[in-house]
Nanobody, 118 residues
């Protein structure tokens, strides 16, 4: 697994969590110019985009998380973060970090579970 995600857990509605994702040596040489992102998949649903950030730093957010979630990256340490605030029960899902290289090859993390209770 080239991407290792962590930071999931259980939280009450209104709370916050910060997800982290670290790239290993296999992708370190092309991490910086690659687009990175977070996706999520709730039980019974398809995987959906949460947030992305290009190699140049441009961001894109899904409408349900705009204003609550923030994606960031630390190129020096090959890390991607997702700060999630004002969490809602509908944010409950397995969250996956993602990297798309400049050669359009996709890499996925193993997923980390976020559970938000009302």
């Amino acid at each position: 697994v080239q991407l290792q995600a962590s930071g999931g857990g259980s939280v009450q509605a209104g709370g916050s969590l910060r997800l982290s994702c670290k790239g290993n040596r296999a992708i370190s040489s092309f991490f910086n110019p690659s687009a990175v992102g977070w996706y999520r998949q709730a039980p019974g649903d398809q995987r959906e985009l949460v947030a992305t950030m290009s190699g140049g730093g441009a961001t894109n957010y899904a409408d349900p998380v705009k204003g609550r979630f923030t994606i960031s990256r630390d190129n020096a340490h090959k890390k991607v973060y997702l700060q999630m605030n004002s969490l809602k029960p509908e944010d409950t899902a397995v969250y996956y970090c993602h990297l798309r290289s400049q050669y359009n090859i996709d890499y996925w993390g193993q997923g980390t579970l976020v559970t938000v209770s009302s």
